[in-house]
């Protein structure tokens, strides 16, 4: 008979694992479905592609906000308050969303929908690192961020039999379905020690006004960089960038998506085990930091491909993005009890918030550089930054998290 802490921490895993599920699948619908979607609101060409990237920036902002309200009430009043309000909301905007006529409708439920998305996350992987022995929690972790990104898999393939709407309503009812198995999930035993203690909780405004904390944070932040301007510019937009290379065949940005969550799968499963293994989690950081800048160099020099040969590429830079699982849990692992949920779910969401000025830094140069080149500077500065930051984090592998930040 297993006993009643392991029963608790199984339930935690399941429901933290398949609340990143539903939120992936969500996180990622529009990427799938925006250019039938817009089509479907009557706007084609270049009129469609910049109301695409206006809809994919509204998403990010809502995230970007929702990520600084619900790291805050993370820290505040509780992990799985968070973790069941975040996903009630994005449901409900998620099924509204499928009732869309205009791009007003559609922009302001995406918004709404960001900032539900922003919660589930960091929430459940802070649940999960503090219930686990600190030898054990990137397991943990790595099977939340492995069974949650295969959510994009699954929207990938439901898109290929359902249209926009439906899609939507399907994200909307899966999310509400596993607010059911909130019983038996209980709130982390280092929250609610620190909750009576009387200690000061999720103070976000002392990330920027102390300068140890501020540094901490903006190297979680740029570390994450790279995954997000993978997935906002060549992955999302891979349609367009399958036309400039001259790809033969029809590339889908629904099925590039797809691919790429594939890989991200195996990346998360991957660089966990890693992780492990090397009892590190700066050295996994490095290696699929280098693996991704290597395959997007690639991507970007390829002319005249197969579409499946693009298809492929899409997969393999997944895996290359594959070490958001670590990304995440260092960013966990950085800082106390009372700043942790703060931290774990604002840090993920300003990375895909960062989404925002790198696409809007990649139409600006577009006009004078092109698709290919414009993506590529781009590309070299996330990178830059990112490699720059991981060389000054601290090492969390082992590290004990039961203590707390000063102020």
């Known amino acids: 008979m297993p006993s009643k802490k392991t029963t608790i921490l199984s339930a935690a895993l399941v429901v933290a694992s398949l609340g990143y599920f539903v939120d992936i699948y969500d996180l990622v619908l529009f990427s799938i479905v925006r250019v039938p979607s817009i089509a479907d609101l009557g706007y084609v060409g270049k009129e469609a592609l910049n109301h695409g990237m206006f809809l994919l920036n509204m998403q990010m902002a809502g995230m970007l906000v929702g990520g600084i309200i619900w790291g ?9 308050s968070v973790l069941f309000g975040s996903i009630f909301l994005y449901s409900i905007a998620n099924i509204l969303n499928g009732f869309a006529t205009t791009i007003t409708d559609y922009a302001l439920w995406r918004f709404v929908a ?3 998305l922003a919660g589930e996350l960091g929430a459940g992987i802070t ?3 503090e219930s686990l022995p600190k030898e054990k929690r990137g397991y943990g972790t790595m099977i939340v961020a492995t069974v949650g990104v295969s959510g994009a898999v699954f929207a990938g393939l439901i898109a290929e039999y359902f249209n926009w709407r439906t899609n939507f309503f399907i994200g909307g009812a899966l999310g509400l379905m596993l607010l059911v198995l909130r019983i038996g999930v209980f709130e982390s035993t280092m929250f609610t020690q ?3 203690k009387g200690v000061k909780r999720g103070n976000f405004l002392s990330l920027f006004t102390k300068k140890t904390l501020f540094k901490k944070y903006l190297k979680c932040i740029l570390i994450g960089i790279p995954l ?3 997935v906002g510019i060549p992955i999302t937009f891979s349609p367009e960038f399958a036309a400039a290379l001259h790809v033969q065949g029809t590339v ?3 099925r590039a998506v797809m691919y790429c969550y594939l890989g991200l799968v195996f990346g998360d499963l991957f660089s966990g085990l890693i992780s492990q293994v090397w009892r590190s989690r700066k050295k996994v950081v490095f290696l ?3 693996m991704t800048t290597v395959l997007t160099a690639v991507l970007f020099n390829q002319n005249g491909i197969t579409n499946f040969e693009y298809y492929l590429l899409c997969f393999f830079l997944g895996i290359g993005i594959g070490y958001w699982a670590i990304f995440v849990t260092v960013a966990a692992e950085q800082f106390g009890t009372n700043m942790r949920a703060t931290v774990a779910t604002s840090v993920p969401n300003f990375v895909r918030g960062a989404v925002v000025p790198t696409t809007l830094l990649f139409r600006y140069l577009e006009p004078q550089w092109g698709l290919i080149q414009s993506a590529s500077i781009v590309g070299a500065i996330c990178f830059t ?3 720059i930051s991981a060389y000054f984090l601290e090492e969390t592998f082992d590290k004990d998290l039961n203590y707390l930040e000063a102020g």
Not at 72 to 80: T, V
């Open 288 to 290: 699929f930091l280098t």
């Open 114 to 116: 960001g900032i539900g």
């Open 127 to 129: 649940l999960v690192a």
């Open 228 to 230: 997000w301007y993978v």
């Open 194 to 196: 620190t909750k009576q």
């Open 72 to 80: 805050i009430l993370g820290d505040k009043r509780g992990r799985l």
């Open 252 to 254: 889908l940005a629904g």
């Open 385 to 387: 930054l990112a490699y």
